[in-house]
């Protein structure tokens, strides 16, 4: 809520030029919410069963990627019609995962989180918190165990060799190993390497921006999360899940038997739960990593295109291509006419002042006007202590680090602090003491991989203006609260 917020400065006096009955009918019927509905029930009928399908689709809709990654796009039908080949690729999973999601997940986990928040007891809470948590089987967890089990392929006194300005020479190190020139590291490092580049190599900082690098592009950016995963004191992602996964189904058996001493039908609602929290709600993070992936193999035959254009002086300089859609794309590839840069450079001229600000707007109108939250109450809190929203339990104390983007310097133990995070955020949290975010609530990924990774974290903070990088702060996600305990330089 918030006083700029104001709903009689947008109410509508009539109903805007060229909306109808008749056309809105038609938008609406584009979206396929009977079918996505008849999903939901056809999962919350047997979890079991239906988890069993939906990946086996997953399966199909890979290999059909793989397919068109290994065929690659041609000239003649052009980038957009390839586009739209891979989109429809993964759809009939992505189907299910929006049926799943929409009509099963997020209500469960919104009673959930409720509870873990506004349960009358402490007891209460603790046991829904542990139900918020432990989801074996989600994909994004999946990569970041295998991302620490890489990490720790490769010797400390290796890491210990390069710095973070260094990692450039160890992206060369490991790329001569690869390819057979060099043999001074460890070969099942550089097999593992090889293996997680292959199934993971799409990954990348925003995962949903196709101009955003990949690892493929830019080992360095893996090489920095690997980093993360190093030291005696990070503990292993898999361990911890396995911790929460057992702590969990604890709770689910302990509300089954407080169900059973008093109803028969309070011990089948809450069975019925169980059965979706054990075999559905791993899958939340599946939708945008399977897009992702898409986006990745699309990317690829996107940088080709790209060379082709700069080496025929069409485009001046690498990521220029992104600038244009795919249509000017295939435009400018079947007409030399057909001036690319004229459309570009205005396009890139906003897109890079643009990047020099560091604010992020929580919302913003249709006259482009910032929206602002109503700071939050201060009343019968210390002098030094901000208060945000608790997203994750427990406490640490730790310097602060804010980062702009999940490849930026950052050192385990520090507390992390950013505006928002997606799930290529995640090695960071490996190593961080804390999580402090400007944007997201309970739902949002900070919060949820703060949790699974027994992080604690408060969102609900601007930290572009009242933290610095340096800061020793007390960060209590319980509360919801941040302390400032030394003000650095």
């Known amino acids: 809520s918030s006083k700029d917020c104001n709903r009689n400065k947008y109410r509508m006096k009539k109903l805007p030029k060229g909306v109808n009955l008749r056309n809105a009918w038609w938008l609406f019927r584009q979206v396929p919410i009977m079918k996505l509905s008849k999903i939901g029930k056809k999962f919350k009928k047997d979890p079991e069963k239906e988890k069993l399908n939906y990946i086996q689709v997953v399966k199909e809709d890979m290999a059909r990627l793989k397919e068109l990654e290994t065929r690659g796009y041609n000239k003649e039908d052009g ?6 080949e891979l989109f429809l690729s993964i759809m009939p999973s992505m189907e299910l995962e929006m049926g799943l999601i929409f009509f099963i997940v997020l209500g469960t986990y919104k009673a959930l989180d409720k509870k873990r928040r506004d349960g009358k007891s402490e007891e209460i809470r603790s046991e829904y918190d542990a139900l918020c948590q432990g989801y074996e089987g989600d994909e994004l967890m999946e990569i970041n165990i295998a991302m620490y089990r890489l990490a720790r392929k490769l010797d400390a006194g290796i890491w210990e ?24 590291l460890p070969s099942d490092f550089v097999s593992e390497w090889s293996t997680f580049m292959e199934n993971f190599g799409w990954d990348r900082a925003d995962q949903m921006f196709i101009s955003s690098p990949s690892y493929r592009d830019d080992p360095v950016l893996l090489l920095s999360k690997l980093r993360q995963n190093v030291g005696t004191d990070v503990k292993d992602p898999a361990i911890t899940q396995q911790e929460q996964a057992a702590k969990r189904r604890q709770v689910m058996q302990l509300h089954e038997e407080r169900a059973a001493s008093k109803f028969t039908s309070s011990k089948s609602k809450v069975q019925k739960r169980n059965n979706i929290i054990e075999h559905l709600m791993w899958i939340r993070n599946a939708p945008k990593l399977h897009i992702s992936q898409m986006l990745g193999v699309l990317r690829m035959n996107i940088l080709r ?3 082709d254009l700069i080496a025929a002086n069409r485009l001046e300089a690498k990521n220029d291509i992104f600038h244009l859609d795919l249509e000017e794309v295939d435009n400018g590839l079947k007409d030399e006419s057909y001036d690319l840069m004229a459309i570009v450079t205005p396009r890139k001229a906003i897109y890079e002042r643009a990047r020099k600000s560091n604010q992020c707007p929580i919302l ?11 700071p939050p109450s201060q009343e019968d809190v210390e002098e030094g202590t901000l208060v945000g929203a608790a997203v994750s339990p427990g406490t640490a104390t730790g310097r602060v680090r804010i980062v702009h983007s999940p490849n930026d310097c950052f050192e385990r133990g520090e507390v992390l602090a950013a505006t928002v995070t997606n799930p290529n955020w995640t090695p960071l949290f490996v190593g961080a003491s804390a999580v402090i975010l400007q944007i997201g609530g309970a739902l949002q990924h900070g919060a949820l991989c703060a949790r699974e990774l027994g992080k604690p974290a408060v969102s609900n903070i601007d930290i572009h203006n009242v933290l610095k990088t340096g800061m020793m702060v007390a960060v209590d996600g319980n509360a919801g609260t941040v302390k400032i305990v030394d003000e650095a330089d």
């Open 79 to 84: 980038l957009h019609q390839y586009s739209h």
């Open 161 to 184: 060799e390069y710095d973070y300005d260094q990692l450039p020479q160890l992206s060369e190190r490991i790329q001569m190993n690869v390819d057979g020139v060099l043999s001074d």
């Open 364 to 374: 913003f109108d249709s006259r482009c006007r910032i929206l602002r939250p109503d």
């Open 305 to 307: 295109a790209e060379e």
